[in-house]
C-alpha cells in the first residue's frame, strides 16, 4: 500500500502547479522540497509509526507565491506548511516525531530563506471525529502527499464551504488583525527600516485584506474554497457594510492583495503608513457586519454582548469557561464567560484598533494571548 501511494504521488508530482503565477522554476522548488523530503522521512514509518507526511497550506493548494526579482533565482516567498499524521502511535512517539521532523524541516527553511511549519502529529483513528474547521477543510481541498502509506486526507469529514462555523470566520479575522496589528507597531515613528521588516509590513497589510473579505464570506455563508469564486462573490456581500465607499475600499483592497498574492514582491513602493489605518478601520467595519449576518437586531447590543449570543455560540462552553477564568479573559460568571477565547481577543483588538495609537504593553500582552490562542 505505502508503494502504490508513493506510485501516485509521484506522478502528480510532475503535472501539477504549487503557484499561483504558475511559476515553472518555483514549482521546480517545491517538486525538489517534497521529493528530498521523502527520501529523509522514509525510515520514520516503523520508528514513529508516521502514517503520511502532507504539504498543505498556499503550496499544497496551488496557491503559493513566487518570488521574481530581476537579475536573481526565483525563488518561493510564502510559508511551506506540512501536515503530520502516525497510526497507532501513543502521545510520546508523536512528541518524538514532532521533534525528529522539525529538525528536518529547520535545514529545508535555513535553505530556501523562507518558514517551514509542521503542524502537530495526529492519529488517523481520530480523523473521522475532527470538527469542521477551515484549516482541515482547506487541506481536504487541495494537498500534496510529501510520504504516505495510506490514503489520509480521504478520512477527514468533508463539508460544504457553507457549513463553516462562525467561528472561524471570527478566527480568520483575529488572526488577520494580530498581523495588521503588528505591522502598524513597526510603522509608529521612522517607520521599518530593514528589508526583513518591510516585507513583513506589507505581506500582512495584504493578509489582513484578503482575511477581511472572506471573513465577510464566511459570515454571509458565501465562502468557496476556489478564490476565483471568492472574488466574484466578495462585491454582493461587500454591501453589507452598508456603506458603499466602504464596500468599494473592500472590494479593491482585496484586489490588489490578490494580485500581490499571484507576483508578491520584496519591494513595494506606497503608503504603508496610510494602507495600515485604512485597514485599521476597514477591520472594524468588517467585524461589524460579520456579526449582523448572524445576530437579529444588534442595535441593542455592544460588540461584547452580539459575541456572546446564542447566534454566535462556538467551541465546547465549559472549556471556554475554563480557559477565559484562567487566561484573565473573563471574570467567574461575568458577561460572555463562556464564549470562545478568541471573542474575547477580538474585543481586545477592536479597542487597540480604536484608537489613533495603541499602549505598548497592552499590545505585547494581546499578542501573547494570541500566540495562545492562535
Known sequence: ?????????????????????????????????????????????????????????????????????????????????FFVFTRNAGRRRRRWLDIRLGHL???????????????????????????????????????????????????????????????????????????????????????????????FVWRNLHKCALGCGDALLIAAGQYDFDLGVRRRRLPAVAERLGDSSASRSLCERYEAAVTFKTHPSRDVAGDASGLAACLRTQWRQVLTACLACRVPQPEGLDLLGQLASAEMRGGVWWKNYLLNVVYGLAGVGGAGCAMPPQYWLLVRLDCLFAGETADPQEVAHFLTLWKRFN
Do not use: H
Request: net charge negative; hydrophobic share 40%; aromatic share 6%.
Open 1 to 81: 500500500m505505502g508503494v502504490a501511494m508513493t506510485e501516485v504521488s509521484t506522478r502528480e508530482l510532475g503535472t501539477r502547479s504549487f503557484t499561483l503565477s504558475r511559476n515553472r522554476e518555483a514549482d521546480a522548488l517545491v517538486r525538489q522540497v517534497v521529493t528530498e523530503l521523502r527520501r529523509e522521512v522514509n525510515g520514520l514509518a516503523s520508528e514513529f509509526g508516521l502514517a503520511a507526511l502532507v504539504l498543505g497550506g498556499g503550496y499544497g493548494r496551488g496557491e503559493g507565491g513566487a518570488l521574481v526579482t530581476p537579475g536573481q533565482p526565483v525563488s518561493l516567498y510564502n510559508d511551506m506548511d
Open 105 to 199: 524541516v529547520e535545514s529545508w527553511s535555513t535553505r530556501l530563506g523562507i518558514d517551514m511549519d509542521i503542524a502537530p502529529a495526529r492519529e488517523v483513528s481520530r480523523l473521522s471525529k475532527l470538527p469542521i474547521t477551515l484549516m482541515y477543510q482547506e487541506l481536504c481541498r487541495g494537498y500534496c502527499y510529501v510520504f504516505a502509506v495510506e490514503d489520509v486526507i480521504e478520512k477527514i469529514p468533508l463539508a460544504p464551504p457553507s457549513a463553516l462555523p462562525v467561528l472561524e470566520g471570527m478566527r480568520l479575522l483575529m488572526n488577520r488583525g494580530s498581523g495588521l496589528l503588528q505591522a502598524s507597531q513597526l510603522l509608529i515613528g521612522a517607520g521599518p527600516t530593514e528589508p526583513a521588516e518591510r516585507d
